[in-house]
């Protein structure tokens, strides 16, 4: 098992900026590569990035592009997505998850085995 820990999250104006941080622990050996979703209120969750835990490839999605940027500290088993340029619609609740596997896209939530409690962030205009 892995367990996954958010912090960060908050109200900040459009243009703004926010970090977000994410520590697993227990069997982080296993793991593959970590990402983050986020899922506003009546909207399916969503892919917001991904990184290769071993090689450090990130992987965006295409809303986020230019503003946001995903590292990791692999000694540590943190990642930290630092966004910036805020908008309103990225107000959502933004999970961590861990994906053990190479199976499924990096964007596919179904290949993320494990998931963290969810941290908000809201942006307003």
């Known amino acids: 098992q892995v367990q996954l820990v958010e912090s960060g999250g908050g109200l900040v104006q459009a243009g703004g900026s926010l970090r977000l941080s994410c520590t697993a622990s227990?069997?982080?050996?296993?793991?593959?590569?970590m990402g983050w979703f986020r899922q506003a209120p009546g909207k399916e969750r969503e892919f917001v990035a991904a990184?290769?835990?071993?090689?450090?490839?990130?992987y965006y999605a295409d809303s986020v592009k230019g503003r946001f940027t995903l590292s990791r500290d692999v000694p540590k088993s943190t990642v930290a997505l630092q966004m910036n340029s805020l908008k309103p619609e990225d107000t959502a609740v933004y999970y961590c998850a861990a994906k053990p596997g190479y199976y499924r896209l990096y964007s596919d939530a179904r290949g993320y085995d494990f998931w963290g409690q969810g941290t908000q962030v809201t942006v307003s205009s």
């Open positions: 990184v290769n835990w071993s090689g450090g490839s990130t």
């Open positions: 227990g069997r982080t050996f296993s793991i593959y590569a």
